[in-house]
């Protein structure tokens, strides 16, 4: 799950490690705010199972549909800025959180490794 996000496609198997030994399970049940629009950021999440929608502003309306192995918040991790949007747990939801804390202590470790993220998220900036 972890290798499917273009971040970590390059990373060494003890980032990787180190990665996986601090994710957090979340259960999230159907109709479940993940997180809103506007939150303070400080986690991202990796999905394990079910369906998350991604919306923004008063729309219901779905700007993505993400299943199993996809990712969401990548970029609040790197920019101190509220969320863009809202995060929605569709159905029975297992993810896993990653704080932003415990990445940049990742990080620190792997210079290197740091600065490809960083070069990534800025041509991901919304």
Do not use: W
Request: proline share 5%.
């Amino acid at each position: 799950m972890i290798t499917s996000v273009p971040y970590f496609k390059n990373a060494s198997e003890r980032f990787l490690k180190e990665l996986a030994f601090r994710l957090k399970p979340s259960i999230f049940v159907q109709n479940t705010v993940v997180f809103k629009e506007g939150d303070h950021a400080d986690n991202m999440y990796f999905i394990g199972k079910g369906t998350v929608k991604i919306t923004r502003g008063d729309s219901d309306e779905a700007l993505a549909l993400l299943q199993d192995g996809s990712f969401i918040g990548e970029l609040d991790l790197l920019n101190p800025q509220p969320r863009n949007a809202t995060a929605l747990a569709l159905n029975y939801c297992d993810l896993y959180s990653l704080s932003k804390s415990d990445f940049e202590n990742i990080l620190e470790h792997d210079p290197g490794f740091a600065q490809h993220i960083k070069d990534i998220a800025s041509q991901r900036k919304p």
